[in-house]
């Protein structure tokens, strides 16, 4: 779960004992305070906790603009896993997949925003990583764009920076 604070799920603290779910929700809520709380909700241990406790409180409750984000599938499975979910949230929109370009973009900005420098021929081989994703969705670019800014040997990128993250993200086994 994302919002301002803590947040249980994935993204935040996730519940290490039954029961804790409620409790980091009511907080998410509590610092989301009449906000936006996005709550990311990938298929794993916990997610079905947090969002059975996030439906219970929502059923009650004014306050934060709550948007469930995931994958159809894991959405699906949440929505068999916790009765009650479809009732609380008001739409359902999809979202097509990002095309490579999209998503080397979203790989580049991300290391920019960390100050490194990145040259024409690393955005040439960030394109070459990131058509070769297992999984082309935004996680991804964002974990090879995390993996390259540990990586880097300064802050201009060079070519030699890309080779570590290809075995993580599961590219091509080389880039020139």
Do not use: K, N
Not at 17 to 38: E, F, H, K, R
Not at 127 to 137: D, I, K, N, R, S
């Amino acid at each position: 779960m994302c919002g301002t604070g803590s947040s249980p799920g994935p993204a935040g603290p996730a519940p290490q004992w039954p029961g804790q779910a409620q409790s980091l929700v009511d907080a998410a809520l509590a610092d989301a305070g009449g906000g936006v709380l996005l709550v990311d909700a990938p298929a794993g241990e916990g997610t079905a906790e947090v969002v059975e406790a996030l439906v219970s409180r929502m059923r009650g409750a004014d306050g934060a603009v709550i948007v469930l984000t995931g994958e159809s599938a894991d959405l699906a499975g949440l929505a068999r896993a916790v009765p009650g979910l479809a009732e609380v949230f008001g739409g359902r929109w999809d979202m097509p997949a990002y095309a490579p370009d999209a998503l080397g973009e979203i790989v580049i900005r991300h290391l920019e925003r960390r100050g490194h420098e990145v040259p024409d021929d690393v955005r040439d081989g960030v394109a070459v990583l990131v058509a070769g994703l297992q999984e082309p969705t935004v996680f991804a670019a964002h974990t090879l764009a995390t993996s390259l800014s540990r990586m880097a040997a300064s802050r201009t990128l060079a070519l030699a920076d890309l080779q570590g993250p290809v075995v993580l993200t599961g590219g091509p086994t080389a880039v020139s």
